[in-house]
Antibody, heavy 119, light 110 residues
Framework: EVQLVESGGGLVQPGGSLRLSCAAS????????MHWVRQAPGKGLVWVSR????????SYADSVKGRFTISRDNAKNTLYLQMNSLRAEDTAVYYC????????????WGQGTLVTVSS | NFMLTQPHSVSESPGKTVTISCTRS????????VQWYQQRPGSSPTTVIY?????PSGVPDRFSGSIDSSSNSASLTISGLKTEDEADYYC?????????FGGGTKLTVL
């Protein structure tokens, strides 16, 4: 069974940092591109970042560029999102998702982890 | 960058058919695949349509997708509506550098 389990969310003050993790199992993690997608409370889905299968290529939404860093450890089947200089508008549930490069769709989603940026 | 525009909400009765639209602001709707995701309250999204009109295994054939180049839009059609179909639905597409989601449509089955 495919599983994506996010962790690392919580309450952080503006300007602070958090590192999210996404543990993958049930599929060949190293073969898939991975993405982070977030959803602010009561709002829609917003793409945040993506990384290719071997970690050599990354991309970010303009809203997080220069503040967030996506990475992966294929030996540990784990995806990461390092979030620095956090702002109130970064408050959201963060989902990791596996991605089919050829079709352009999200195959599986995690359950999400809530990040709250507030003083 | 382009945008995908969906109606904020739609409602229909059980057993009926509903169609949700997703209009691309620039560039051809046919240039990149369109996907549709269902998100029930308190749950993660799940795929109901990928590659414009393909259903993942386990998704009932009551769900269908299509694209219309003349209106530069994609559509999700759900027939034989059930109360369990009540959820938010998001379209999604991409270009060379970005993933784009529509704003979501709340489907009420009443």
């Amino acid at each position: 069974e495919v599983q994506l389990v996010e962790s690392g969310g919580g309450l952080v003050q503006p300007g602070g940092s958090l590192r999210l993790s996404c543990a993958a199992s049930g599929f060949t993690f190293s073969s898939y591109w991975m993405h982070w997608v977030r959803q602010a409370p009561g709002k829609g889905l917003v793409w945040v970042s993506r990384i290719n299968s071997d970690g050599s290529s990354t991309s970010y939404a303009d809203s997080v560029k220069g503040r967030f860093t996506i990475s992966r450890d294929n030996a540990k089947n784990t995806l990461y999102l390092q979030m620095n200089s956090l702002r109130a508008e970064d408050t959201a549930v963060y989902y990791c998702a596996s991605y089919d490069f050829w079709s352009g769709y999200y195959i599986s989603w995690g359950q999400g982890t809530l990040v709250t940026v507030s003083s | 960058n382009f945008m995908l525009t969906q109606p904020h909400s739609v409602s229909e009765s059980p057993g009926k058919t509903v169609t949700i639209s997703c209009t691309r602001s620039s560039g051809s709707i046919a240039s990149n695949y369109v996907q549709w995701y269902q998100q029930r309250p308190g749950s993660s999204p799940t795929t109901v349509i990928y590659e414009d009109n393909q259903r993942p295994s386990g998704v009932p054939d009551r769900f269908s997708g299509s694209i219309d180049s003349s209106s530069n839009s994609a559509s999700l059609t759900i027939s034989g509506l059930k109360t369990e179909d009540e959820a938010d639905y998001y379209c999604q597409s991409y270009d060379s550098s970005n993933q784009v989601f529509g704003g979501g449509t709340k489907l009420t089955v009443l």
